[in-house]
């Protein structure tokens, strides 16, 4: 494979649209650490691009300074940093014990504000430093008189609340292993995830909010237990005012066992690639794929990207809108290892109107906001006005590409001086594979830098670099955050199938990316099949299950397009049986059933009948040729009609392209 990149369209000169101010430049955590690599190193790092060269080429020298900059807490010091230098099968770190939650902790003032915790009735609580250890360490002796060892797995039907981040802090500081999915899945999709696990605890709340309503999931929660035959324990949490359900194992309430007696929280020392949660793939192919994400992978690359990247101290608080069941939930419980605080909110980020996670962002003193390009377009729609007198120094957003229009817009809103930071990354690393940097500028539409220490290039067809123009994203060299293994995955052939089969040893990543002349990413949307819905990957397997089983429905189809106006389209395709029609009571028929059986996020923006539903000659459907063709490609230039079942049903999708992508 060539080393040299090759350009087909050069980059048109754009002006950035925020340019770092030199005095920040200079207070920034990442000015110290490259002073620091260059005096430890005897090396010159001018620029930023200059230092990300340096991490990727020396990579073991790179995680060994951010290790002993963020002065890593272990029981004994690091004697190698990458014991195999190979994807998948890199092992970090190998001969040292940490824990998570022992970063979480140090040095912190129990006096200041550590977590707010707001629902969307405007119902708010703040827990300082102090109170939120104590809690951690009541609910820990409370799970391990409970039975809850290192390994066992602890998961969770819950809200974005504190409890979500109490209990998983409390299962973190024992070794045990958490897992957690928002209530608003339905118990059958939650089970697809939590199944596998066979966990021993549940965690399961009685509701949430959600655009002005109240929705009561104990019935959903008891179904869920019926699904988890593993489950010995079940500690009930009250979010929405709920009186508890029977249920037929023994339970706790979760305010009970937070009055268990307890000493000093003493995290247990764990091994650097020990688990410490599961996430789930989109489900596209079937049952989410559950990745594994080791204590030390999370706890020292979130030191370097929100520390380094993001630039995050102790004086900062950060509102990233989330659902506990997308990895931004993780991302913002992260911010604790730097000692920032969070704030924790529970329902519609526009409800009564697309002001209020603004207004919610000044009323809590945020420094940091983070929506997803969905919620900021709408916001500009809307003509919404940033409120005067807020705090923000950084506007993050991430999900979807992000358009240019929404880059000035935030400066209109906020001024020249707070940028709109964009990144992008997945469930799948927990991470960034593009983000921003506090001394890179920031041009509309793009993201300015490729994480230090993360060996991101894109890649044609061949496997050879390209610059300029578009290409399949991928990472050349191992990260601490890619997944330790699938859950279930004994002999790797999953991991491997999912991520190294197109090009063997490379992660690829699943985006079309385009990496430009200044070193800064654009992604131009999914490569696969994976569907991006409000900011949260779903899976086209969750939405079959459901449609496919109604009356009258033969088969299904369903795409996400990302638009030129930064909205995005998600379009369902059925074939009918003979004697139905799709109509609006048919099409409202399918709707219902996606959101009580699935999610309200399942429900896709249009029902569209077709005369049939094109698949490979084996009967795989043909989803990402579907998609290609809906964003414009010819039928002919997406696959090779001899591969399909029935050639001519291509054809019929054609009419339905959006405008602006013909």
Same mark, same amino acid.
Request: charged share 20%.
């Given at each position: ?114 977590? %707010? ?39 969770? /039907?819950?809200p974005n609340n504190a409890a979500a981040v109490v209990a998983f802090l409390a299962t973190a500081s024992l070794g045990a292993v958490w897992s957690c999915c928002g209530p608003d899945y339905a118990a059958e999709a939650a089970a ?15 509701? /949430? ?6 929705? $009561?999931?104990?019935?959903?929660? @008891? ?6 035959? +593993?489950?010995? *324990? ?24 937070? *009055? ?17 949660? %599961? ?22 690359? /979130? ?8 630039? %995050? ?8 809108? #989330? ?41 809590? $003193? ?17 003509g919404t006005k940033v409120p005067a007198g807020n705090r923000l120094r950084m506007v993050g957003a991430t999900g979807s590409p992000v358009p240019p229009s929404a880059f000035h817009w935030i400066r209109e809103q906020l001024g ?13 690393? @927990? +991470? ?43 990472? #050349? ?38 990496? #430009? ?74 709707? $219902? ?24 000659? #084996?009967?795989?459907?043909?989803? @990402? ?10 039928? $002919? ?26």
């Open positions: 494979m060539s080393d040299t990149p090759t350009s087909n369209h050069p980059q048109p000169t754009i002006e950035p649209v925020w340019v770092p101010d030199p005095r920040d430049i200079d207070r920034s955590r990442i000015a110290a650490f490259t002073k620091y690599v260059e005096k430890t190193h005897g090396v010159s790092l001018p620029e930023y691009d200059d230092l990300w060269a340096w991490s990727v080429e020396h990579l073991e020298d790179f995680w060994s300074a951010a290790w002993t900059f963020f002065d890593m807490r272990s029981s004994t010091a690091p004697t190698t940093v990458l014991l195999a230098d190979q994807m998948p099968g890199a092992k970090w770190f190998p001969d040292v014990l940490v824990n998570y939650v022992s970063h979480v902790f140090r040095g912190r003032d129990a006096e200041c504000m550590a977590i %707010v915790e707001v629902t969307e009735p405007g119902v708010s609580r703040a827990i300082t430093w102090g109170d939120l250890e104590d809690q951690v360490a009541a609910a820990a002796a409370g799970l391990k008189a409970l039975g809850v060892e290192a390994g066992d797995r602890v998961v969770a /039907y819950v697809k995830r939590l199944a596998q696990l066979e966990p021993k605890v549940l965690i399961a709340a009685d509701g /949430y909010f959600f655009n002005g309503r109240t929705y $009561d999931r104990r019935e959903e929660a @008891v179904a869920l237990l019926g699904l988890l035959p +593993s489950v010995e *324990q079940v500690l009930q949490v009250t979010h929405v005012g709920l009186p508890a359900p029977h249920i037929d194992r023994p339970a706790t309430a979760w305010e009970r066992l937070l *009055q268990t007696e307890h000493g000093m929280l003493e995290p247990v020392q764990v091994p650097f690639d020990h688990p410490l949660w %599961v996430l789930y793939s989109s489900g596209t192919t079937g049952i989410p794929k559950g990745l594994v994400h080791g204590h030390g992978g999370v706890t020292l690359d /979130y030191q370097k990207h929100v520390g380094l990247q993001l630039d %995050v101290t102790e004086h900062d608080r950060m509102l990233w809108y #989330t659902s506990t069941n997308w990895m931004m939930w993780n991302f913002t419980v992260n911010m604790l290892l730097l000692g920032a605080s969070i704030v924790l909110y529970d329902g519609s980020p526009a409800h009564p109107s697309p002001a209020r996670l603004w207004e919610l962002a000044a009323e809590h $003193d945020v420094t940091i906001l983070g929506a997803s390009p969905g919620y900021l377009h709408a916001c500009e729609r809307h020249e001086r707070t940028p709109l930071v964009s990144m992008s990354g997945g469930t799948d690393i @927990v +991470s960034a594979l593009a983000t921003g940097a506090p001394n890179k500028p920031i041009w509309p539409g793009e993201i300015s830098a490729r994480p230090l220490g993360v060996a991101v290039d894109t890649w044609d067809e061949s496997g050879r670099p390209v610059r300029g123009s578009v290409g399949e994203l991928v990472v #050349t060299k191992p990260m601490p955050t890619m997944p330790l293994h699938l859950w279930n995955d004994p002999d790797g052939a999953k991991y491997q199938a999912a991520y190294f089969d197109v090009f063997p040893g490379v992660w690829r990543h699943g985006d079309w990316a385009t990496i #430009t002349e200044r070193g800064s990413v654009i992604i131009h949307g999914r490569s696969d099949a994976t569907l991006n819905r409000h900011g949260v990957r779903l899976g086209s397997a969750d939405i079959y299950e459901v449609v496919e089983k109604i009356p009258g429905v033969h088969e299904a189809l369903v795409v996400g397009i990302d638009l030129s106006d930064g909205g995005y389209w998600m379009p369902l395709f059925v074939t009918l049986e003979e004697g139905h029609a799709l109509d609006d009571t048919f099409r409202r028929l399918i709707a $219902d059933r996606l959101r009580t059986e699935a999610s309200k996020r399942h429900v896709p923006d249009a029902i569209l009948q077709v005369p049939a539903i094109p698949h490979t000659r #084996t009967g795989k459907k043909l989803e @990402v040729p579907i998609k290609r063709i809906l964003q414009g490609a010819d039928p $002919d230039s997406v696959v090779s009609r001899d591969a399909v079942d029935d050639p001519a049903a291509l054809d019929a999708f054609r009419q339905f392209v959006p405008t602006g992508h013909h």
